[in-house]
T-cell receptor, first 110, second 113 residues
Framework: LAKTTQPISMDSYEGQEVNITCSHN???????ITWYQQFPSQGPRFIIQ???TKVTNEVASLFIPADRKSSTLSLPRVSLSDTAVYYC???????????FGKGTKLSVKP | DVKVTQSSRYLVKRTGEKVFLECVQD?????MFWYRQDPGLGLRLIYF???????EKGDIPEGYSVSREKKERFSLILESASTNQTSMYLC????????????FGAGTRLSVL
């Protein structure tokens, strides 16, 4: 099973770029890497997903090196509303091998 | 947009009671999941189901059972609630395309007294 390791917490200031790295040394060939955002008292919300190289959407970018043993979520120019817990997930939905990391608590300060 | 609805946002039950947590999704997803979330422990998978009447144990199934009689509905059952089951319970669903994008409900905060 592909377990993940993320920093427990990170601090940033408004307008900065934030990079959160997730380690997943035992990722399987067919596994995707997915990131979620969670605000207090809400369920997690899908942010971005990738398999290899780089993926970008309107919210974030995801960088995956060739060996796929880690990934980095990049949030450009964060605001106070980006304060949340970010989870890295590796696995395939239909096979049950779903592993959530413990998440990274991002605090954005004015 | 995918909608995953959990029947209650807050529940208070007594030790020994039988508790039902209901979850309904409207996207015809094959997969449904139940997690619990506790401070410092992140999300932990209790059970999941990839088809009607099918179920698989997750990481922490002890003390729980599930039921999936219809595709859109996945129920989590606590046969005899205990105080250590006080937690936030999250339901999620996904399709079987293999890309593992899960859509979550708002959660049920259960307190067992």
């Amino acid at each position: 099973l592909a377990k993940t390791t993320q920093p427990i917490s990170m601090d940033s200031y408004e307008g900065q770029e934030v990079n959160i790295t997730c380690s997943h040394n035992n990722i399987a060939t067919n596994d995707y890497i997915t990131w979620y955002q969670q605000f207090p008292s809400q369920g997690p919300r899908f942010i971005i997903q990738g398999y290899k190289t780089k993926v970008t959407n309107e919210v974030a970018s995801l960088f995956i090196p060739a060996d796929r043993k880690s990934s980095t979520l990049s949030l450009p120019r964060v605001s106070l509303s980006d304060t949340a817990v970010y989870y890295c997930l590796v696995g395939r939905g239909s096979q049950g091998n779903l592993i959530f990391g413990k998440g990274t608590k991002l605090s954005v300060k004015p | 947009d995918v909608k995953v609805t959990q029947s209650s946002r807050y529940l208070v039950k007594r030790t020994g009671e039988k508790v039902f947590l209901e979850c309904v999704q409207d996207m015809d997803h094959e997969n449904m999941f139940w997690y619990r979330q506790d401070p410092g422990l992140g999300l932990r998978l209790i059970y999941f189901s990839y088809d009607v009447k099918m179920k698989e144990k997750g990481d922490i199934p002890e003390g729980y059972s599930v039921s999936r009689e219809k595709k859109e509905r996945f129920s989590l059952i606590l046969e005899s609630a205990s105080t250590n089951q006080t937690s936030m319970y999250l339901c999620a669903s996904s399709d079987q395309g293999g890309r593992n994008i899960q859509y979550f409900g708002a959660g049920t905060r259960l307190s067992v007294l």
